[in-house]
């Protein structure tokens, strides 16, 4: 074998060891009725993170999505139902959060300074998600929110970015 037949064989061999090392995609789906009754399916949602670092600051941000999905896209109609997907990735912890309602206009998904009130009746939820998350994202109709966050831990295998993870799980009803 020939010194640069070697090398190219080593490097095969050091790609497929750190393939070897990634862990698989996994997700779980939640759905549930619109109800402010959140603590439960909250722990639920953090229960693979494990940095009490980010936990707090994931639980503020996902706990204000699931409250507009409740109040604002479902209008607290018990009768509708909010989906959640939690997908976890070597390097990235992510959430999808929808409603069934019509959407957030694109103008009101950039909030992401605080209200010049902060006794306004809207603005301060979107403003702590993107404060709380790494990457925020919207569908185009507005009434799926995608919530990533890095994890603290740098794995030595790569992982699929959240765009290609929205592009990939484009509709939750399915």
């Known amino acids: 074998m020939s010194s640069r037949s070697w090398s190219v064989a080593q490097q095969l061999w050091r790609i497929s060891s750190s393939l070897r090392q990634i862990k698989p995609l996994s997700w779980a789906d939640f759905v549930l ?8 399916l909250l ?9 009490r670092d980010i936990t707090q600051r994931i639980y503020l941000g996902l706990h204000e999505a699931l409250v507009n999905a409740v109040r604002h896209g479902n209008s607290e109609d018990p009768a509708k139902t909010v989906r959640v997907r939690r997908i976890l990735t070597p390097n990235w ?19 992401r300074h605080l209200p010049e009130r902060l006794d306004a009746s809207c603005g ?3 403003f702590l998600i993107y ?15 995608q919530l ?5 831990t740098f794995s030595v295998a790569s992982s699929l970015s959240p765009s290609l993870l929205l592009a990939t799980t484009e509709d939750l009803a399915r």
Do not use: H, K, M
């Not at 722990?43 to 940095?51: F, H, K, T």
């Not at 992510?94 to 103008?107: A, H, K, M, P």
């Not at 404060?131 to 929110?145: A, H, I, K, M, T």
């Not at 990533?148 to 603290?152: G, I, L, N, S, Y």
């Open 93 to 111: 912890l992510i959430w999808q959060v929808q409603d069934e309602g019509r959407g957030i206009s694109e103008n009101a998904r950039g909030i």
């Open 131 to 145: 404060q709380c998350f790494d990457d925020v994202r919207w569908n185009q109709r507005g009434n799926r929110l």
């Open 33 to 40: 009725p619109s109800t402010l009754q959140l603590a439960p």
């Open 124 to 126: 301060r939820g979107l």
């Open 43 to 51: 722990e639920l949602l953090l229960e693979p993170v494990y940095c």
């Open 148 to 152: 990533a966050c890095r994890r603290p």
